[in-house]
């Protein structure tokens, strides 16, 4: 059974930096290409990163420059370093993993961890 762990979430005054863990289990973690997305209060959910598993990354242009995924294929983990947070990144973030490239189902979620920027 697939399962998508997410830590490190809190609450941070603006300028501030947190790294946020995903630990994955239940999957051969180094074929699926790996995501972090977030949904704020009254918004949709977005993607804020993801990392390919050949190692691609790609952001959303509000982090660029601030966030950066990264991977740890034998440890089974995924990351999201945030730096100079901003009231607006406050959001649910979501650790995704996708296989769908795969097969269609393929396709798991964490519970998510709150981020909470503010002074």
């Known amino acids: 059974q697939v399962q998508l762990v997410e830590s490190g979430g809190g609450l941070v005054e603006p300028g501030g930096s947190l790294r946020l863990s995903c630990a994955a289990s239940?999957?051969?973690?180094?074929?699926?290409?790996m995501g972090w997305y977030r949904r704020a209060p009254g918004k949709r959910r977005e993607l804020v990163a993801a990392i390919t598993s050949g190692g691609r990354k790609n952001y959303v242009d509000s982090v660029k420059g601030r966030f950066t995924i990264s991977r740890d294929n034998p440890e089974k983990m995924v990351y999201l370093q945030m730096h100079s947070l901003k009231p607006e990144d406050t959001a649910v973030y979501y650790c995704?993993?996708?296989?769908?490239?795969?097969?269609?189902?393929?396709?798991?979620w964490g519970q998510g961890t709150q981020v909470t920027v503010s002074s």
């Open positions: 995704n993993a996708d296989g769908s490239s795969l097969r269609p189902d393929l396709v798991s």
């Open positions: 239940g999957i051969i973690f180094n074929i699926y290409n």
